[in-house]
């Protein structure tokens, strides 16, 4: 199960988040999001765990949950939605 972490501190590093997660069950992956321009963390990211039942638990376990002076948000991440891209030309054709 794909998780959503929101509300993190911008110290924490992916290391920080697996092993938060960790303490819930097996964590197949952690990734921070980050901005390409300042090259720092935006404040959340996400945790793949291969458990539906730790996730839950992890879940349930961390939303609220106080990390680094910041109360989590975790909730299963929902899948991406498309967005239409533009041609960013403006002009008439």
Known sequence: MNI????????????????????FGDVSSAKLIIDRETNRSKGFGFVEMSSNDAANKAIDELNGREVSGRALRVNEARP??????????????
């Open 4 to 23: 959503y972490v929101g509300n993190l501190s911008y110290g924490i590093t992916e290391e920080d988040l697996r092993a938060l997660f960790a303490e």
């Open 80 to 93: 991406r939605e498309e967005r239409p891209r533009h041609g960013g030309g403006g002009g008439r054709y």
